[in-house]
C-alpha cells in the first residue's frame, strides 16, 4: 500500500509581513525535499479546493461568513493582532488546505492508500470554533475528523499533536466530544498558554506538556506512558496527525531539543499505534516548523517512515 503526498503549488501564495516566520519558503523547502528521488514511489495529487461548507463542520456560520466577507482586493487583513492575517491569494490557499485534509481521508479510508501527507500551509491547530489565531484560519486537522464521521460513519477518530505549540483550537473544538481523542506533547510555557496535564474534556483530552530543553528523550516518555496508552484504551478507526515540526532543535519559535530521529520515532510509533487498531489508516497534515532546515531533514524524516507501511 503506498503513501499519498497532497501538495499544490498555491501553497508558496499566501504572503505574509516581512520577517513573518510562517512564509512561503517553508512550502518550498517542503516541496523540494520530498521532490529528491528516494520520494519517488508517493503517490502525488494536487490539493483539491474544498466545498466551504466543509468548514463548518467545526467552525460556526458566523465564524465562516466572517472570515469570507473579510477577504482583500489588496493588501492585508489582520485577524489576531500581527500574527494571523489575509491577503488576496490566501481564501483560495487555505481552502484548499482544508480539501486536501479532506481528500486524504477519503483516500485513506477507501482504501486506495495506506497513509497520507498532507504538504500545507499555513497551519491550523491555534484555529478555533470562532476565533483565527497563531497564523490559523482554519482548522484542517478538525474538518478531517468530523468529515471521517460524517461521511464515513466513523465513531471513533484520534487526533495527535506533536507541535511545539499546543493545539487550542483543536482541543476546544472537541473538549466534550467523546467520540475525537486528542492527545498532545508541547512545550510549556509558551504560546497559546493552553495545554495543562489536568486540562481533560470528558476523559479524550491527553495533554503530555514538556519544559524548554526537553528532547527526544521526554518525548519518548510522553508517548510510551501516556498517549500511546490512551490510544490503546481509545481503539481508534483512524489516526489523524498534527505534524508540526517546531519541536526541532533549530527551530526559532520553540526551545525543545527534538532532532528528525526523534520524529522518524514518533512517526513509527503512531504507524504501530494505527496497524494494531485501524488498519494502519493514518493521515498527516503539516503544522509547524519555522526553520527551514530542520523543517526539511524533519519532514523527511516523517514522509520516509510513512512510505515504509
Known sequence: MATLLLHHPIFANH???????????????????????????????????ADLETTRYVHSNRYVDDLEAARPDQGYVYLDGGDTMMEPSTWEVVLRGVGATVQAVDKVLTGEVQNAFVACRPPGHHAETERAMGFCLFNNISIGARHAQKKYGLSRVAIVDFDVHHGNGTQEIFYSDPSVLYASTHQMPLFPGTGEADETGVGNIFNSPLAAGDGGGELREAFDERILPALNVFRPELIIVSAGFDAHERDPLGSLNMTADDFAWVTRALMDSAETHCDGRLVAVLEGGYDLEGLSDSVSAHVSELMKG
Open 15 to 49: 504572503q505574509t509581513s516581512a520577517g513573518h516566520p510562517e512564509r512561503p519558503d517553508r512550502y518550498r523547502a517542503v516541496a523540494a525535499v520530498l521532490d529528491q528521488p528516494q520520494f519517488d514511489p508517493l503517490v502525488r495529487e494536487m490539493a483539491e479546493i
